[in-house]
């Protein structure tokens, strides 16, 4: 079970949003809430690496599944609790694209947190979900604050 799930459709093809997911060094373009992100090798299943959050906490990360052009899942450690986050997407028609971004809270001390971090996790993909939608429609038309929006469907 997904303790956080938001949604949105995005207009640019599979492979736009694939091209800012697997470039981790720009994740802070999107994810407001990084101020660095690195991987310590390939974009594939198994490779390690951090972000440095906004707050200055570093959480390490490690690449769980990578489905090219699909999904990657990735599963972080912040503080004594465990997160594991699947990025998902499904192409609806050429320029259309349906993702998912979830999380799932664990850890032995996580039952104490998870309403909060719920709530903090569900603003924070929100917020990044929308601005890589933003990121993705202009990259796929090649020309900064296009008209083309998304369609919001945020979900928790």
Known sequence: MNDVKVQVIVKSP?????KIWSNFA??????????????DGPFQAGTRGKCVLKNGLN?????EAVSLHESYRNSARLLWIDLEFDHQMRRLSPDETHVIHSAKISGPLSFLYRALLRKALTAAMTTALDNLC???EQRAIG???????ATPL???
């Open 14 to 18: 599979p492979s736009e949003i694939w």
């Open 26 to 39: 720009e994740a802070p373009l999107w994810d407001t809430d990084v101020r660095q992100c690195q991987l």
């Open 59 to 63: 959480m390490p990360l490690k690449l």
């Open 134 to 136: 933003r990121l993705a």
């Open 143 to 149: 020309a900064p604050g296009h008209e083309k929006t």
């Open 154 to 156: 945020h979900l928790v």
